[in-house]
């Protein structure tokens, strides 16, 4: 045989043995891993149960508003009765994804550790997991991809003491053994749309092909109507009650004296321009803006006169609501007072106790809906909804 041919020979040889030693490789990996998953499994999924699961005082509409807005109400008073019953949602359970590599379909385990930053509830998540630890900086790479999603997402990995950290900001030597992702399913400006799912889905199949994992998701038809879901439900407790105090003649309130009334209340003056009172939390309870159209600033204080302002109170934003309405109230009670001015409703009438009294009446038919539905006002959940 000539040289040329020994040649041919020799590096068919090679070709095939590093094909033989591939093979092996990956088969390795991947029945590590199913040994690791089967030897953790705790629960046999045969006995696994699912859950079945007035004028004044405005909601945002569900029908007719914009697609990617939402209408902020403001309420004053209320004439309505509170309602008998409180809406409880059945809990959508997430299904699986078919893959785009030949691995059975998986869904994601209800009984898998998933960050405590993540909430099925709420969350569109994945899971990747890894027959090997990977790095940082190899996971950071396998999601690279273009990232055009109309809601809030992220990707956490956990190593090996258990700890989740965010991917983005880990040390790029950081070795991760499972890597979850999440995409909010809702916010103010509605549910997320079939094509931000549909993307997050394809980068997170991208991502285990790069990191040979096995991806585990929800279907995402049962996903999209989850989030219609939860954004009506959303725009049905999204109520804003605003308590007005106005000028009883032509004297308008001095800034200067706004100001100080507003500090010794508590509030702050925000970037936004307006003055907010916070909890330990840093949590706007209620704000105090210009009832005109010029906000307030440090610089033109002094200069600053106005013949009305507006207390704000959020609803699904405040926990203990009622309590913390009264307070606003109170506060709206001693600017009137100390300006001579009087508390009206968004009609300019005057706000009696007995509209106070029904607006909190509402109130505590909200604060009830909110709970039944698992998503307490003030919360997590509600401060990531109400965003």
């Known amino acids: 045989m000539s040289d040329l041919q020994l040649s041919l020979l020799a590096i068919g040889v090679l070709v095939i043995v590093g094909v033989i030693v591939f093979n ?16 953790s499994q705790g629960e ?35 004439d309505e009765a509170v309602p008998d ?5 059945p809990v959508i359970e997430p299904a699986h994804a078919e893959p785009s590599y030949a691995e059975p379909p998986r869904t994601v385990d209800a009984d898998a550790s998933l960050p405590p930053q993540m909430d099925s509830a709420i969350d569109f998540i994945v899971r990747l997991e890894l027959a090997e630890p990977v790095s940082a900086e190899d996971v950071r790479t396998a999601l690279a991809g273009v990232q055009t999603f109309d809601k809030p997402s992220r990707w956490l990995g956990r190593i090996a003491s258990g700890e989740w950290l965010d991917v983005t900001d880990a040390r790029p030597s950081a070795e991760f053994n499972v890597v979850c992702g999440a995409l909010q399913l ?15 889905a394809a980068l997170a199949q991208a991502a285990a092909t790069a990191l040979m994992a096995v991806a585990q998701m ?3 038809q049962p996903t999209l109507e989850q989030a219609l879901a939860l954004d009506e439900f959303c725009a049905d407790v999204d109520v804003l009650v605003g308590v007005n105090v106005v000028a009883k003649d032509t ?22 321009g307006t003055f907010q009172y916070r909890d330990e939390r840093g949590v706007p309870l209620y704000s105090l803006t210009n009832h005109e159209s010029a906000p307030f600033s440090a610089d033109g204080i002094k200069q ?22 009264d307070q606003m109230v109170q506060v709206a009670r001693q600017f009137a007072d100390s300006l001579r001015g009087t508390m009206v409703d968004d009609n300019l009438k005057s706000l009696s ?14 604060y009830a809906k909110m709970e039944a539905r698992g998503i307490p006002a003030g919360g997590k959940r509600a401060l990531r909804l109400f965003s």
């Open 24 to 39: 092996w490789w990956q088969e390795r990996g991947y029945r590590k891993m199913a040994q690791q998953r089967f030897q």
């Open 44 to 78: 046999d999924v045969l006995f696994r149960n699912t859950l079945a699961n007035t004028p004044p005082f405005e909601n945002r509409p569900t029908e007719d508003r914009a697609p990617e807005t939402r209408i902020e109400p403001v309420v004053s008073a209320m």
């Open 85 to 89: 019953e409180v809406l409880v949602e």
């Open 186 to 200: 809702a916010d103010r400006s509605g549910p997320v749309s079939a094509e931000s799912v549909a993307g997050f």
């Open 218 to 220: 929800p279907e995402r």
């Open 251 to 272: 004297d308008p309130f001095p800034g200067t004296k706004l100001r100080a009334l507003a500090e010794a209340s508590g509030l702050k003056l925000a970037s936004d």
């Open 304 to 325: 600053f006169t106005t013949h009305g302002i507006t207390l704000l109170f959020d609803v699904p934003k405040v926990s203990n609501g009622v309590r913390g309405f």
């Open 353 to 366: 106790d007995d509209g106070i009294a029904k607006i909190k009446q509402q109130l505590s038919a909200i």
